[in-house]
């Protein structure tokens, strides 16, 4: 069976990050960027403008002043939600194929934009945060599943029918039929696509209960929101709620009422956001 690194390479050979999407991404990572760089690399993409000039007028910013040029959106929508844009739009498509006999691309899009609100949310609410990285994390954590359903769908929904009635992590059911898991595969997508070094990393652990990460961190805050979105209906695979690790529990039950609140907001988070996660155009 294949590799994590011989099923990204043959992933990339089908399917590839648009420039536009790598060269914001670096544009963030990089000091020297200014304004007029972003708006130059975006006017290349006209469906990016019009996603763009969309969200920056959305309930989601809340600004009271239409806004119409590339220039100003940026200016507003800021340099990180910028590029939770732009990957959102990236990997948009790959979540619409596929989508029957035990494994849904749409219901891992559901899930993919729960866990990225969540996310933001505890970042925000829980922990004092800027949230913006930790949506990131939370919008692709699970791209290695998509990787695995193009190029190994029979034996990814063995796994998914194997983890529904089972009680196991779903990546010791990848690594028994697939010999790796999505969280490898994943953290090797998205470091080729010059993600932050702890975005990656989160992604690679995401399903790490072994070890105990620190709290806050992406790591951490990404465990959480999955749990919770797995709570609310939301997992990436119907029917199985994997327990959180004890270190994620203690600390959930000593802040249980801003979680209570935090989990009573989440519609209402989901709704305003619409216009970011939706695979609207």
């Not at 399903?207 to 806050?216: E, I, L, Q, S």
Request: hydrophobic share 40%.
């Amino acid at each position: 069976m294949p590799t994590a690194k011989s099923l990204v390479q043959k992933f990339n050979d089908l399917k590839t990050l648009p420039h536009v999407a790598i060269r914001v991404t670096q544009l963030v990572n990089s000091e020297a960027a200014n304004m007029k760089d972003f708006e130059d690399i975006i006017k290349l993409d006209p469906i990016l403008v019009v996603r763009l000039l969309k969200l920056v007028n959305s309930p989601y910013f809340g600004l009271v002043n239409k806004v119409e040029s590339i220039s100003k959106a940026v200016v507003y929508i800021g340099m990180k939600d910028l590029r939770n844009l732009v990957a959102i739009e990236a990997i948009r498509n790959l979540f619409k194929e596929s989508d029957d006999q035990g494994f849904s691309r749409q219901q891992l899009w559901k899930h993919s934009a729960t866990v990225a609100i969540l996310s933001k949310m505890i970042a925000e609410r829980i922990f004092g945060m800027g949230g913006e990285d930790e949506f990131l994390a939370g919008i692709i954590h699970d791209i290695g599943l998509i990787v695995e359903d193009q190029l190994t769908g029979k034996e990814l929904r063995e796994v998914a029918g194997l983890y529904r009635a089972g009680d196991k992590l779903i990546t010791r059911y990848e690594e028994e039929i697939i010999e790796t898991n999505h969280c490898r595969v994943g953290g090797l997508m998205v470091l080729e696509w010059h993600m932050p070094e702890d975005v990656v990393q989160a992604i690679k652990k995401h399903h790490d209960h072994d070890n105990a990460y620190p709290v806050p961190s992406i790591t951490s805050i990404l465990h959480i929101a999955e749990y919770i979105s797995c709570r609310l209906n939301y997992g990436a695979v119907l029917g199985r709620q994997d327990p959180l690790p004890s270190y994620l529990n203690s600390h959930m039950k000593s802040r249980m009422a801003d979680y209570k609140v935090l989990i009573k907001d989440f519609p209402a988070e989901m709704e305003k956001a619409e216009n970011l996660y939706s695979e609207e155009g």
